[in-house]
Every structure is written in structure tokens, then in C-alpha cells.
């Protein structure tokens, strides 16, 4: 299994000279199955930059699964420019949560209206699925990799998924909040011994403090819950857009102090599992 980060920053994405090292796009993580799946987690910016990659590899017709964490707009915001929306030759398959306050495509086409795009969700060639999952409901990817999505903590909730294939497994867990002084549960269940688990990390420990209720994590609260949950590696992840590379390096050497196997997740890195 390979794991590929192509957007890291949360919020917005921040290009600039002090965000070159780090990377400056929105969540967008490829994940490519040891049975040659190809799982995207999340449509930030980093998306464009996978599409134009996507069309460029040698398969006869592209099969991708796009799958949503949530739909806060930092997730959702490179959709339009994923050109492999846009071929005839793609098998798009977008999942997310199966809500009862709203659906999933409606939200995905209210971004690609007149008032925002020239173009609508509908007007994209490929051949488009979009499916809906419960909460805890496992699914099947391919042939033999497993997806189980849990819904957590985060200001109108979130998936995290356990993506297993061929007894390898990453876990990923954007815009997370735990509470305070305490971890999410269902967590550290979800990310029990996984090989990978990507974590929020967008506080540091005295940010969180003063923004207990804003939906994310310190890079500490990822290090208890990988600690907690025996992952043998951890990915901080979803950085702030106010954090340059010198301070979010800065930040890995102190979170290696306590949990080595951590490093941060940077635009272009990719890890094999
Ligand atoms: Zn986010
Ligand atoms: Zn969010």
C-alpha cells in the first residue's frame, strides 16, 4: 500500500515562500492499494496536481474512489479541477456520509453553480457515482480492500476511515476535535494497530486551549492517540494556515521527542506501508 499526500494545509490553502517545504494545498491524500486500487481521501486544492498525475499513468481507463471526509469547503474546493472529472474515460466513484439533514451530491453541485463556476457538476464527462455510507458501514474497494468509515467529533460532524488491504493499514482522521483533557473513543478503536494513521494536527497544545470548540486537534492529541492505539507510524496532518515551515518543523522535532515514529506530512511525500 502506498500513501501519497498531495495537500496537507487546512482552512485555505496558503502558497507562499514561508509554505514551499510543507506545502500549501488543501487535504487531498491518494492511497494506492497493494491490488492497485486508487482511493483519493478528500478534493482540496492538492487534487488538481493528483488529476493532471492520474491522466498521465499507463491503465486503459481510469478507475478512481473519491472518498469525502466531510464537506467543509478546504475539503471539497479542488473538485472542479480534477481533470479526470472531465474525461469520458473515468470511473469516478465519490462516497461520504449518509445524512439525514442533507445529501451529498446536492452539496458537492451547490459549488459549481453559475455564481461560482462556468460549469456544473452535471457537465462533467466522466461516468459519476456518487454513493452514500452509515456510519460504521463497512464496504468493500476492488477485490480486497476493506473501508470502514466512523463519524467523530467536528463541527457538523466527520469521517474517519480504516482502509486495510492485504493486512496492511492507514487510517485517516481529519478535523478531529477531541475534548478536553480527554480522546475520542472510537478513535483510538479505528486506528488500533494500523500501520499509518493520519492525524489532525493543526494546534499546537496552547492554540487548542484557547480554541477548545473549533473542531481540531493539537499535534499532542495525535501523539496519545497513536500512542494509545499502538500505530506503528503517524502522520500530523491538516496543518494551519498560520504555521510556517521553520515553526511546523519545529513541531516535528518536538513531537519525534516524544513519539519517534512521527513526522509531518508534507506535500508530495509519499510512504510506503
Ligand atoms: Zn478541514
Ligand atoms: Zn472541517
Redesign the pocket.
Known sequence: MKVRFWGVRGSIPVPGPSTVRIGGNTPCVEIQTTDREVIILDAGTGIRLLGLDLVQRPVERLVVVLMFS?T?W??IQGLPFFSPAGRRDTRLVIMGERRVDRRLEPVLAGQMTGAYLPFTLEDLHADVLIKEVHNGEKFVVGNSTTVLPKRLP??GG?FSYRISCQGRTAVYAS?VNHPPNDLVPGLIELAEDADLLIHDAQYTPEEKQERPGW?HSSWMEAIHVAQRANVRQLALFHHDPMHTDDELEEIERQAQAIFPPTFMAREGMEVTL
Open positions: 466531510h467543509h478546504d475539503h467536528h463541527p466527520v478535523d473542531g
